[in-house]
């Protein structure tokens, strides 16, 4: 996308500030949906105590060490 905005900045199409601007949306936009989506999952999570030991016991078995730090 930022290829995208640097051939438009080069057409004139648009300026160094509106690039900025367009790459905060971009920012801000990933945050966003990405907390959300955190959000979504752990309230799941709590909502169906079956899946969230399910997922307990895959970190136990990926994540070797993590959970067990001393």
Known sequence: MLDTLL???RD???DHAGICEEVDTFMFEGF???SMALIFTLMNLSLFPEMQELCYQELLE??????NVT
């Open 7 to 9: 051939h438009a900045e």
């Open 12 to 14: 004139g199409l648009i």
């Open 32 to 34: 966003d949906t990405t």
């Open 62 to 67: 990926h994540i070797d060490g993590l959970l």
